[in-house]
């Protein structure tokens, strides 16, 4: 399944099929598929990742969330929307901050190009069999 976070995208997991000389792989890779306000986003390039229609797409859930710091689930709402709005505001004023993501990765911007860079643990988690072929993938 995957997780909308509203305002900034959406993470998942998918399952790739790469033929290699002798045996096939399935391997599972985590993907990041931005959906940021265009106007945060002028003069930058970010590649388009496409998840796949069978999967499931969740909202983030704030009560869960709540659950792993002790805030109230409003409070976590809030604190993950003003962070979001944040950092599209940076983006806007040409400012390029890294996002980060604890135990998944990070969301960064080089030579203007925005892109999501994944733990090699966090992959490695998803992963366990084919762990170099997925790595590599991602």
Known sequence: ??????????????????????????????????????????????????????????????????QTNSLPPDMVRGCVEETILLYSFQLRDRQRPAFAFENIGILSCQDNVLCMQFHCSCIAGLESRDTWVALLLT
């Open 1 to 66: 399944q995957g997780v909308l976070v509203p305002g900034l995208g959406t993470f998942a997991v998918v399952h790739e099929q790469i033929n290699g000389t002798e045996e096939a792989y399935v391997v599972r890779r985590p993907v990041f598929q931005l959906d940021m306000d265009m106007s945060c986003l002028r003069e930058l390039v970010f590649p388009a990742v496409m998840i796949p229609g069978d999967i499931v797409i969740m909202p983030l859930d704030y009560w869960w969330l709540s």
